[in-house]
């Protein structure tokens, strides 16, 4: 059987890192099996849906490199999801209730206040018929629940939390349909699932209960269960699900210099037994997914980490791949020579700057200046400027270390750190260099 997998995002806002990351392993889950990943707007909350929101969320994934191979919307499979509703309310699996919010807010307080659960008590199923059609004809419209089957026991096998028991008769059954007739969540998701083919349900832990809920449902609508797996909710360095994580979306990472492959490495491991490496190539963390290695405890998202895998990624990349992204004129051995600089590719240009000049240097003491004013005179044009330049300096001078180096990336360069001179003076030129270091000797 394909697997098939999907990523069922509400478009109310944009892609944060928590849902990205659901979205990448669902994708990874599917990619290891050569089954197929779904992208489902979950849009049937009308008000709160937004079209730019999609238009992004389709946008992120593209730029993630975690593009789906197909996509469903639920406002456009209402049909569907009546069809399912007609089913349930003949066999019986679905009640109007009448209860005000305010009325189950009250029933709510009353139960905890007597130290008891508060569950829904299906009062709704003990109203008589004429009350029913008497209320029905004052024009109150009903809402919904499902009747979960008390006498059939909950359990699954989760794919990261293993064995998984619920006695429904501790769940309250749950709500499926609002009074104007729209959808909760709950059975469109689940009707998708099968009407989708989905293999495969990998979502957040905050999913659990609602899982226990949809297989009853699975199991009404004459379905099997997919498999079932809930990862371990996301938390910044500052110990919980942050309002920082909940905002922080792919156009802040991007705005940050964060290249998607060094977010995608971060994500794919984080929360699990494997190392999170710089691994740029998609197969290998593809291969290496298993759901196995998935711990219970949060996932610590770390800036600082991201930020070294970033920069550590950026080292990897060749020319062809930043090309259209660095400063007009620099070439391969530009990249080549700065890149083990930089942390992200945008840093590539203050270098460039640095190749191309102008530089301003500090000043020096008479001795240094004396010293450079040497170099000058002593600078011979080969494959390999800098060591042959070094070479004669530190015999002609008795200078080693760093009074033998930093006075000549200072004048070089206007920096006492930075790239390697060796590759980094080729690209200065002979003529430039000699020039920058008979200008800093004075
Ligand atoms: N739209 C739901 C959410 O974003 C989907 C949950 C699911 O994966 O089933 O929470």
Same mark, same amino acid.
């Given at each position: 059987m394909t697997v098939v997998t999907r990523f069922a995002p509400s478009p109310t806002g944009r892609l944060h890192v928590g849902n990205i990351r659901t979205a990448l392993h669902n994708w990874l889950l599917a990619k290891q099996a050569g089954g197929r990943f779904l992208l489902r707007i979950d849009d049937t909350d009308a008000e709160r849906s937004r079209e730019e929101h999609v238009v992004a969320i389709r946008e992120d994934l593209a730029w993630l490199g975690i593009e789906p191979d197909g996509e469903e919307r639920q406002s456009q499979r209402l049909a569907q999801y009546e069809a399912a509703f007609e089913a349930l309310q003949a066999a019986g699996r679905v009640y109007p209730c009448f209860e005000t919010q305010q009325e189950l807010e009250l029933r709510r307080k009353v139960l905890l206040g007597r130290g008891l659960p508060p569950i829904y008590d299906r009062a709704a199923l003990r109203m008589s018929d004429a009350e029913r059609a008497a209320r029905e004809a004052a024009g109150e419209q009903p809402h919904w629940r499902f009747k979960l089957d008390h006498d059939e026991p909950i359990a699954w096998h989760d794919g990261i939390r293993g064995p998984q028991h619920f006695d429904p008769a501790q769940l309250s059954d749950p709500v499926v349909r609002r009074g104007d007739g729209s959808w909760l969540y709950m059975l469109p998701s689940a009707v998708d699932d099968i009407e989708m083919g989905v293999t495969d349900v990998l979502r957040g832990e905050d999913h659990v209960s609602n899982t226990a809920l949809q297989i009853q449902m699975f199991t009404a609508l004459d379905a099997a269960p997919p498999r079932f797996a809930h990862e371990a909710l996301l938390t910044g360095s500052e110990g919980k699900l942050s309002k920082r994580l909940g905002a922080l979306g792919c156009d802040a990472f991007r705005e940050q210099g964060i290249e998607p492959e060094a977010l995608v490495a971060l994500l794919a491991r984080i929360g699990t037994a494997?190392?999170?490496?710089?691994?740029?190539?998609?197969?290998?963390?593809?291969?290496?997914?298993?759901?196995?290695?998935?711990? =219970?405890? %949060? *996932?610590?998202? &770390?800036? #600082?980490?991201? +930020?070294?895998?970033?920069?550590?990624?950026? @080292?990897?990349?060749?020319?062809?791949?930043?090309?259209? =992204?660095? %400063? *007009?004129?620099? &070439?391969? #051995?530009?990249? +080549?020579?700065?890149?083990?600089?930089?942390? @992200?590719?945008?840093?590539?240009?203050?270098?460039?700057?640095?190749?191309?000049?102008?530089?301003?240097?500090?000043?020096?003491?008479?001795?240094?200046?004396?010293?450079?004013?040497?170099?000058?005179?002593?600078?011979?044009?080969?494959?390999?400027?800098?060591?042959?330049?070094?070479?004669?300096?530190?015999?002609?001078?008795?200078?080693?270390?760093?009074?033998?180096?930093?006075?000549?990336?200072?004048?070089?360069?206007?920096?006492?750190?930075?790239?390697?001179?060796?590759?980094l003076l080729p690209l200065i030129g002979e003529t430039e260099a000699r020039r920058r270091l008979g200008a800093a000797a004075g």
């Open positions: 494997l190392p999170v490496e710089p691994i740029a190539a998609r197969e290998v963390l593809v291969e290496s997914f298993d759901l196995g290695t998935f711990g =219970r405890a %949060p *996932a610590r998202f &770390d800036d #600082a980490e991201l +930020e070294r895998l970033n920069a550590a990624i950026v @080292h990897q990349f060749d020319f062809g791949h930043v090309a259209p =992204r660095l %400063p *007009a004129g620099m &070439d391969r #051995a530009g990249w +080549e020579a700065i890149r083990p600089n930089l942390t @992200h590719v945008a840093e590539a240009a203050d270098w460039w700057q640095v190749v191309t000049g102008p530089v301003e240097v500090p000043d020096l003491s008479a001795e240094d200046r004396a010293y450079l004013a040497d170099a000058a005179a002593m600078l011979r044009w080969s494959d390999d400027p800098w060591h042959g330049l070094t070479g004669a300096l530190k015999q002609a001078t008795g200078r080693k270390g760093k009074g033998l180096f930093l006075p000549l990336r200072l004048a070089l360069t206007g920096r006492a750190s930075g790239p390697d001179m060796a590759a």
